[in-house]
């Protein structure tokens, strides 16, 4: 199989998460614009073998859980289609405003893995693995007081955990993504004790 060609349409969805996600900022840290991560998920996503529609998606999972719900996730089937729409619809943990607790989204979350397209799964993946390196990187840097910048409620390192063995445990999902994911998580753990 050749390398993905990408058409003008991922140039406009790049153009459109670009627009869609301006003021948004990384809660990881505050001073770096948030289509960054949509960047690195994209990249991942491409290195890993993906499609045009997979990396599209990439670009724009975010977007109806943070910048438009169900309302956004339309305009995203009308703009790139139905196959983009359901792969950013099954990486999305909720629609809904104000957002369910974070231990329920993320205990439901974890839950649909395993009966989620292989699309979705390369873009979670990639997702997950963004945010673990970013969030071992601010661990680093910031120690402990990184937890302050996430949901009193949220368990991150439990929750990572949970994502990792839940991949693994998926028959016939298979990427190096997910090794990389646990070496990052391990670490974080080891790190923050």
Request: glycine fraction near 6%; charge should be negative; hydrophobic fraction near 40%.
């Amino acid at each position: 199989m050749g390398p993905v060609q990408l058409t003008d349409r991922f140039i406009q969805a790049l153009g459109w998460a670009t627009e869609i996600h301006r003021s948004q900022l990384r809660k990881g840290d505050p001073s770096i614009p948030y289509v960054a991560h949509l960047l690195s998920v994209c990249g991942l996503v491409l290195q890993d073998g993906g499609s045009e529609d997979e990396a599209i998606a990439a670009l724009l999972h975010d977007a109806p859980e943070d910048q438009g719900g169900e309302t956004r996730l339309a305009e995203i089937e009308a703009k790139f289609g139905p196959t983009v729409a359901r792969i950013v619809a099954e990486c999305s943990d909720t629609f809904e405003q104000p957002k369910p607790p974070w231990r329920e989204r993320k205990e439901s979350y974890i839950a649909h893995l395993p009966r989620a397209s292989q699309s979705a799964l390369r873009v979670s993946v990639a997702d997950k693995l963004d945010n673990a390196r970013s969030i071992l990187i601010d661990y680093e840097r910031l120690g402990d007081e990184l937890w302050a910048r996430f949901n009193p409620d949220a368990d991150q390192l439990w929750y990572y955990r949970s994502i990792v063995s839940t991949y693994q445990q998926i028959n016939g999902f298979e990427t190096p993504l997910i090794r990389e994911l646990d070496r990052v998580v391990t670490q974080l753990e080891s790190l923050a004790g």
